[in-house]
Nanobody
Framework: QVQLVESGGGLVQPGGSLRLSCAAS????????MGWYRQAPGNQRELVAS???????NYADSVKGRFTISRDNAKTTVYLQMNSLKPEDTAVYYC?????????????WGQGTQVTVSS
């Protein structure tokens, strides 16, 4: 069973930066994408950013121009650089890895890391 371990969350002032990391416990074969989701209290979990196995990236409109997703060459670690943070970015951030298993898609999730943007 693949495990995803996140790190890098914390408390930051508005306008500040944080870098989240997500390390997979093993190489994920047939991986489709890795990405970051977030969930604020009372809200549904939403996609923040993702990167496909081919390197294509996708961002939520609310973070475009402020957040950057990247990964290491081994494709086992994905990063989220968050700049110009706003209070509305406050949420639990979850790492996701999606892989194909024949006709179905399997999703793996990290345990989540809290990001709080507040003065």
């Amino acid at each position: 069973q693949v495990q995803l371990v996140e790190s890098g969350g914390g408390l930051v002032q508005p306008g500040g930066s944080l870098r989240l990391s997500c390390a997979a416990s093993e190489t994920i074969f047939n991986i489709i994408s890795m990405g970051w989701y977030r969930q604020a209290p009372g809200n549904q979990r939403e996609l923040v950013a993702s990167i496909t196995s081919g390197g294509s990236t996708n961002y939520a409109d609310s973070v475009k121009g402020r957040f950057t997703i990247s990964r290491d060459n081994a494709k086992t670690t994905v990063y989220l650089q968050m700049n110009s943070l706003k209070p509305e970015d406050t949420a639990v951030y979850y790492c996701n890895a999606a892989k194909s298993a024949g006709p179905i898609k399997l999703d793996y999730w990290g345990q989540g890391t809290q990001v709080t943007v507040s003065s």
